[in-house]
């Protein structure tokens, strides 16, 4: 994390003209989101794994799905292309979640896609040494390795480093995550052909969304400049008294109440994404980069 306060800048100031790929994690800041782009780094690979944070918990990754898009979002403002995994098939994972998870990816198609892989077993995961805590049993390892290693069965399993496995409560992952496997690839589709927006303007008193994002209704959404300072504090993601003491602080006096019922309209427009009475708006400024809040 000491890269963001001394290394980043000194690169950015340096002079080259790196293009940079960084693995990180998704707990990020807008400010340090920025710090990445202005230092050359235009490709990263978060560690997203999930938008569900119920499965996000299981995988013990110490986010949430609301930080998670949150970070999709200001690579998409910053202009870094985030390459991530949606891994399925944690032991324990509630199947209902995949159903919950690909209706949330109709509200996402303006961002960078995901790929969809399933869980692998590898030597020294806790799967791999307990798998019987997990539900889980060893076949044995992965069929490439015969292709490599003309050995018996025994020392084979001994050199591996992946696993074959299947489940002993019966779940089918294949099944129950059809849902999202289908969401994924229409994502992958309009995003590729570059016909999926959601973007805004802001003007002197006024700011207006433009509804762009395949498979949804076109429409621009017009927002007076109490509705505009509203959507712009939740662009970390906040409660209704959260936005209440921005707006305060302004000289903007709302009830939470009032803000509240606001933001549940924009989350039934899909332009905000709601998780435990956290609001996060999704639209992207139609001018990039512009921004320089540290939100």
Not at 26 to 36: D, E, H, T, Y
Not at 40 to 47: K, R
Not at 110 to 118: A, F, K, T, Y
């Amino acid at each position: 994390m000491r890269y963001f306060a001394e290394f980043l800048p000194r690169l950015r100031d340096s002079g080259s003209d790196f293009r940079l790929f960084y693995e990180i994690k998704s707990n990020l800041k807008r400010g340090q989101v920025r710090a990445l782009r202005e230092a050359g780094v235009v490709e990263v690979q978060p560690g997203l794994e999930s938008l569900s944070t119920p499965i996000l918990r299981l995988m013990r990754k110490g986010v949430t799905a609301l930080q998670n898009i949150r970070l999709l979002k200001w690579c998409a403002e910053y202009g870094i292309r985030a390459y991530w995994n949606v891994i399925y098939g944690f032991p324990g994972e509630p199947p209902e979640e995949y159903e919950r998870m690909a209706e949330v990816m109709r509200s996402l198609t303006h961002l960078e896609p995901p790929s969809l892989i399933r869980l692998g077993l590898e030597r020294f995961s806790p799967y791999h040494q307990r798998p019987r805590d997990f539900n889980l049993e060893v076949v044995g390892p992965r069929k490439h390795y015969r292709f490599a290693y003309p050995c018996d069965e025994a020392t084979l399993s001994d050199l591996a480093y992946s696993f074959e496995y299947r489940y002993t409560d019966d779940r089918e992952p294949e099944t129950y995550t059809a849902t999202v496997r289908r969401a994924v690839e229409e994502w992958q589709t309009s995003h590729s052909s570059g016909r999926s927006s959601l973007e805004y303007r802001r003007g002197p008193d006024f700011l207006v969304i433009h509804e762009r994002r395949a498979g949804l209704k076109q429409y621009d959404y017009r927002l007076g400049e109490t509705e505009a300072r509203i959507y712009l504090a939740c662009d970390a993601g906040a409660t209704p008294a959260a936005v209440r003491e921005v707006l305060k602080d302004r000289g903007d006096e709302v009830e939470t109440e009032e803000i509240e019922s606001f933001l549940r309209e924009l989350a039934e427009a899909r332009l905000v994404y709601e998780e435990d009475g956290r609001y996060l708006s999704l639209a992207l400024p139609a001018n990039r980069y512009a921004k320089a809040s540290d939100a």
